[in-house]
């Protein structure tokens, strides 16, 4: 097999998930233990352990606090983040966790291995449709045309959407026409995750696809985009008081 398929499929995966979450571990443990000389809760926080688990899990999952900026922005990145999210747990669940607990859990419930890739396809094309033209419009296109933002943007702003743009565009492309066999797929994320990995795809697309999406996860942990996680703490601190 090509030294490079072998670089990108069957070593780079190892490099990226251990840069991956040892890099957000690490920032996760720093803000954590980042000394708070006093509380600085900006609302009286709410009593109990279960409201104040809602009060993160709303503000995360609408970004509220952001509704009372610009409205269309905020819708932006609500269906950017939704979409991103949709893609991610897609890729994990149908291509992963699928293969080994379809038997044991589905059939229980009376759906069939065609349903369930059915639908798949349906949500995963459209999130990946959603999240690349939210990518294109607001983000991108406010930073190159509203002034008062593309004088505060730098590479660090750009980069990273770039890099997820052509990414998530390149996979929705993938997912679309079919180029890649499903099950080829599985069996080769399976193998990765079991530790032997197997000759992977073979389209230049599908492995061009797989080098930018590891690249942007080396990334994520000292980038910009890291901010969703902090926003988990930073509502941690807040409702916690």
């Known amino acids: 097999m090509d030294p490079l398929i072998i670089a990108i499929a069957w070593i780079l995966p190892y490099f990226t ?23 600085w ?35 932006g990145a609500l269906l950017f983040h939704v979409g991103l ?61 509203v002034r008062e933002v593309r004088e505060i943007s730098s590479f660090a702003d750009y980069g990273p959407l770039m890099l997820l743009l052509v990414t998530i565009a390149l996979g929705t492309y993938l997912r679309l026409f079919h180029i890649v066999d499903p099950a080829h797929l599985r069996t080769y994320l399976v193998s990765l995750a079991a530790l032997s990995p197997i000759q992977p795809p073979s389209d230049p697309l599908f492995l061009l696809h797989l080098l930018l999406a590891q690249i942007y996860l080396i990334y994520f942990p000292f980038s910009k985009p890291m901010h969703f996680i902090g926003l988990l703490i930073n509502q941690k601190i807040i409702a916690t008081g």
């Open 85 to 145: 999210f949709t893609s991610f747990a897609l890729h994990a669940f149908v291509n992963l966790w699928f293969a080994r607990i379809y038997d044991t859990i589905f059939q229980l419930i009376g759906l069939t291995r065609g349903v369930i890739e059915s639908t798949a396809f349906l949500v995963g094309s459209a999130a990946g449709l959603i999240t690349t033209a939210i990518v294109v419009y607001p983000f991108l296109l406010n930073r190159v045309f």
């Open 41 to 75: 809760a900006l609302y009286p926080a709410p009593a109990s352990g279960a409201k104040r688990l809602i009060t993160i899990l709303v503000e995360v999952l609408t970004l509220r606090s952001h509704l009372r900026g610009y409205k269309r922005l905020w819708v």
């Open 17 to 39: 998930i251990a840069i991956f979450v040892g890099g957000v571990a690490f920032k996760v443990l720093n803000w954590l233990l980042h000394p708070m000389p006093v509380k």
